[in-house]
């Protein structure tokens, strides 16, 4: 479908593109990434970056922006390993008591590396903790050195904090397993050595 005057000057501006069903959006931007002599296209209130996107960038120096209403969304061509991992850029975001938990690609795995940069400070977060189902845990997985940007290799649920998230140095159910061992040895010890006592 060609594209008319008035929307080649909204493509040129970085306005929001005309959308007529997906298809169309995502020829609008694919067109767009191949048209542009700059390395960041950008691109506003894009809810799903699709395989044939990804394609486009793939390899590339280009990158798009992705302008959120908290936050926009960086991808860049040469950090992408798999394009048909397709990409919702509609982050769940929950503010908690020891920070702000962020929910990144509804769990599914990303195309490779995205960058995430706030519109507003997150008030000074140092530590980002990615949340293991395996151990029903966060792990610490860096210091942030940036008061307005997060970097991300993997999907999941993250936790972003000013403090280091305290753990139990020793697990209670360990404490409760040792301590029940020791009774039944102590127990058993007794029971085999108390003949000799009377003797």
Not at 19 to 26: A, C, E, L, P, Y
Not at 67 to 77: F, K, P, R, S, W
Not at 106 to 128: C, Q, R, W
Not at 144 to 168: A, R
Request: glycine share 4%; hydrophobic share 35%.
């Amino acid at each position: 479908m060609p594209t008319s005057e008035n929307e080649k000057i909204k493509l040129s501006n970085n306005k929001p593109l005309k959308i007529v069903n997906n298809i169309s959006r995502t020829n609008d931007i694919l067109e767009k990434i191949k048209a542009s002599s700059e390395n960041m296209v950008v691109i506003r209130n894009l809810k799903n970056v699709s395989a044939d996107i990804l394609k486009q960038l793939y390899g590339t120096e280009k990158s798009i922006m992705i302008e959120c209403n908290d936050y926009n969304m960086v991808i860049y061509g040469k950090d992408i390993k798999n394009i048909e991992n397709e990409l919702n850029t509609e982050i769940e975001i929950k503010k908690l008591d020891n920070g702000t938990k962020l929910l990144v690609n509804d769990g599914k795995a990303l195309p490779g590396k995205i960058k995430v940069e706030f519109n507003d400070e997150k008030s000074n977060y140092k530590y980002m903790y990615i949340y293991n189902d395996n151990e029903n845990k966060y792990e610490l997985i860096n210091s942030l050195t940036s008061t307005d940007s997060l970097e991300i290799d993997y999907s999941g649920t993250y936790l972003i904090t000013h403090d280091k998230i305290k753990e139990f140095k020793i697990n209670v159910l360990i404490i409760s397993i040792a301590g029940g061992s020791i009774l039944i040895l102590i127990v058993i010890y007794i029971f085999i050595k108390r003949k000799y006592w009377f003797w």
